[in-house]
């Protein structure tokens, strides 16, 4: 157990809709990082909020977005979903603002499926 | 062409058997490499994390970075069923906060 949460563990959904993804970070951990893993593109880094703070982003749609609240949890929200967001998304943390340099632990993820 | 490559295999070998698992990438930036093990429906676990070249080794797993070629690598000594997972090369530059990763070798290992 990496000690970072996820919630729901499985989502259905349809084309279209919106959802929202929760996150918890390890105690201690101000960074939060958001990854989408799909059989085609593997894992790809989607953002990162330190301490509040939007710090990095990847290779996220316009359609999704995600922020930091005080108590350090993450939402990730995908909205007008399409059938090829259907993927694994995972939540990591980290306790430094650099994913490079500090040990990111990640959570068990959230199973999404648009129809 | 993707900045990590990763052969997905899948891989399968006899218990006991040496593993070796290969990375390649092309962007000459990264400086931290790590190797990730992902068991079926779980989060990626943090196996191996290695700083610039040279090799690095926890029990039975051995990281060898070899920046010159760019290629890293991940050995499996003595190998376990326990050990059948996805296992996953991730490179980070200085100061980056992502992590890019491979596609990730899925690796049995039959008794």
């Known amino acids: 157990d990496s000690g970072v949460t996820q919630t729901p563990k499985h989502l259905i959904t349809a084309t279209g809709q919106r959802v929202t993804l929760r996150c918890s970070p390890r105690s201690g951990d101000l960074s939060v990082y958001w990854y989408q893993q799909s059989l085609d593109q593997g894992l790809q880094f989607l953002i990162q909020?330190?301490?509040?703070?939007?710090?990095a982003k990847g290779n996220i749609l316009e359609r999704f977005s995600a922020q930091q609240f005080p108590d350090l949890h993450s939402e990730l929200n995908l909205s007008s979903l399409e059938l090829g967001d259907s993927a694994l998304y995972f939540c990591?943390?980290?306790?430094?603002?650099?994913?490079?340099?500090?040990?990111?632990?990640f959570g068990p993820g959230t199973r999404l499926t648009v129809l | 062409q993707k900045e990590v490559e990763q052969d997905p295999g899948p891989l399968s070998v006899p218990e006991g058997a040496i593993v070796s698992l290969n990375c390649t990438y092309s962007n000459s930036a990264f400086q931290y490499f790590m190797w990730y093990r992902q068991y079926s429906r779980k989060g990626p676990e943090l196996l191996m994390y290695t700083y610039s070249s040279g090799n690095k080794e926890d029990g039975r797993f051995t990281a060898q970075v070899d920046k010159s070629s760019k290629y890293i690598s991940l050995f499996i000594r003595d190998s376990q069923p326990s050990d059948s997972a996805t296992y996953l090369c991730a490179m980070s530059e200085q100061g980056a906060q992502k992590l890019v990763f491979g596609q990730g070798t899925r690796l049995t290992i039959n008794p």
């Open positions: 909020y330190y301490n509040g703070e939007e710090r």
């Open positions: 990591a943390s980290s306790v430094a603002p650099s994913g490079g340099t500090d040990t990111q632990y």
